[in-house]
């Protein structure tokens, strides 16, 4: 079983910093691409950024203040996010997707809350 584990949320203020953490753990892994999703009370999911072999992408809401990036080792995906917005409030979710021992697997986490305000 493949399971996804964010850490890393918490409380800032508008233009602070944090780091999101997305850990894979399951034997056999081979991971093809990562992605952060936010969800916002009231509103739908949000794609918010990816990376996989063809490189990386962003929303347009989070470009140039957002940066994803992947240790393979350890299979865990990173979201740097700088210049924190109260818009940037929502639980920030991790999806992976890939092969385990040569079956197909495409996973999310459960989530990690960001709160940014004053």
């Known amino acids: 079983q493949v399971q996804l584990v964010e850490s890393g949320g918490g409380w800032v203020q508008p233009g602070g910093s944090l780091r999101l953490s997305c850990a894979v753990s399951?034997?056999?892994?081979?991971?093809?691409?990562m992605e952060w999703y936010r969800q916002a009370p009231g509103k739908q999911r949000e794609a918010v950024a990816s990376?996989?072999?063809?490189?990386?992408n962003y929303s347009d809401s989070v470009k140039g203040r957002f940066t994803i990036s992947r240790d393979n080792a350890k299979n865990t995906a990173y979201l740097e996010m700088s210049s924190l917005e109260p818009e940037d409030t929502a639980v920030y979710i991790c999806?992976?997707?890939?092969?385990?021992?040569?079956?197909?697997?495409?996973?999310w986490g459960l989530g990690t809350q960001v709160t940014v305000s004053s």
């Open positions: 399951g034997g056999g892994l081979r991971i093809n691409g």
């Open positions: 999806r992976a997707y890939g092969f385990r021992f040569s079956i197909r697997f495409d996973s």
């Open positions: 990376i996989n072999t063809g490189g990386t």
